[in-house]
């Protein structure tokens, strides 16, 4: 287990930033979101050591390998950590109660909305709830639920999204909610500046993904590296959904053939619906899998002509590779610069 020394956050950070690292647990608020294939226990406890935070990607992983990936992780580093567990994935209720067994500090419920109970369980485990929240409706049924913490997450972000852009969810969630418990934001962020803008909002931090991929510690295959490095914000795009007979999530990634191939599966799946040689709990297990198999032919095999390449609409602002200490510290040197032009504005 190494002992770097975490990056911390500037005194004029330190009082905006209180909230989120007392919950959790750690230096700066900044959580590295949990990407299927890439958020392993590397990268995971890499981030914890330097002061971030960061979830474990629980995806529809084998019961017994997603057991040893916390193991792992928590052989790692001595810091807090948590797992994110997807609720429409085959495995979810097992992960759950592995989650729980382990006695995880934090448990990320997304992909859908947990049941009561399964807030219940997490919670009775000793673990702080974290759920994610993409409408003003699913915000209040979540804090109805017992759920210690929402991620605002716009649909700028990549991977699995709601349809409502971040903007917007500020106004009807950040605004409303955020007096009643910690709201961390994600969707399309990639610069200090803008944490530093939403701390001043009262977000109590914020979640990237897509700037992780490209740290050195990332072990995602280095052509998918380079690929996101090359795009442009426009290149990073949302999956339609062809009908309500087949309820699918939206899915952001740049787009190839993997994109276009998404649609003909959701074509034949819906003629596999209508002519009864399938259910829709199969149809959806599909679609997953269809995911889950394409991001491991991108993030690992290198594959970024028919491999999936999940990245949010920040993919734009990405540059180079870099370690993750010199983007943990840039984040947080252009948070502190905003505040301070943000001082020297409001100076009469």
Avoid at 248 to 255: D, F, G, N, T
């Amino acid at each position: 287990m190494s002992n770097p020394t975490p990056v911390q956050p500037t005194p004029r950070l330190a009082p905006l930033w209180q909230r989120g690292r007392d919950f959790l647990e750690c230096e700066v608020p900044i959580i590295c979101g949990a990407m299927t294939w890439i958020s392993n226990p590397k990268l995971v406890s890499s981030v914890c050591e330097l002061g971030g935070f960061a979830s474990l990607a629980g995806g529809n992983m084998p019961p017994d390998l997603f057991a040893e990936a916390i193991d792992a992780t928590a052989a790692l580093t001595s810091h807090a950590f948590g797992a994110n567990i997807i609720v429409i994935a085959p495995n979810y209720r097992r992960h759950l109660d592995i989650c729980c067994e382990k006695q995880l500090s934090h448990i990320i419920f997304a992909g859908s909305l947990p049941r009561r109970g399964e807030v219940r369980q997490a919670k009775e485990s000793g673990a702080k709830v974290i759920c994610f929240a993409s409408t003003a409706s699913m915000a209040e049924r979540m804090i109805r639920f017992g759920a210690d913490a929402l991620i605002l997450e716009g649909s700028e972000a990549g991977g699995h999204i709601g349809h409502v852009s971040t903007i917007v969810l500020l106004q009807s969630i950040l605004f409303e909610f955020g007096e009643q418990l910690p709201i961390f934001v994600a969707g399309g962020i990639a610069h200090g500046a803008m944490i530093a803008h939403l701390s001043l909002m009262g977000a109590a931090g914020v979640q990237l993904g897509t700037r992780f991929v490209v740290a050195e510690e990332c072990e995602a295959h280095p052509l998918f590296k380079q690929a996101f490095i090359k795009a442009r914000a426009r290149e990073a795009v949302s999956t339609p959904q062809y009908s309500s007979a087949l309820p699918v999530v939206a899915v952001r990634a740049l787009k190839n053939s993997a994109m276009a191939s998404f649609g003909e599966l959701q074509l034949r799946l819906l003629k596999e619906l209508a002519d009864g040689s399938i259910t829709r709990q199969e149809a959806q297990y599909k679609v997953e899998e269809y995911w889950i198999g394409g991001l491991r032919r991108g993030a690992v095999d290198g594959d970024i002509a028919s491999g999936s390449l999940m990245a949010g609409q920040s993919v734009g602002l990405l540059r180079r590779t870099q370690p993750l200490r010199e983007i943990l510290q840039d984040l947080v040197d252009e948070a502190d610069a905003a505040l301070a032009a943000c001082a020297a504005r409001l100076r009469p």
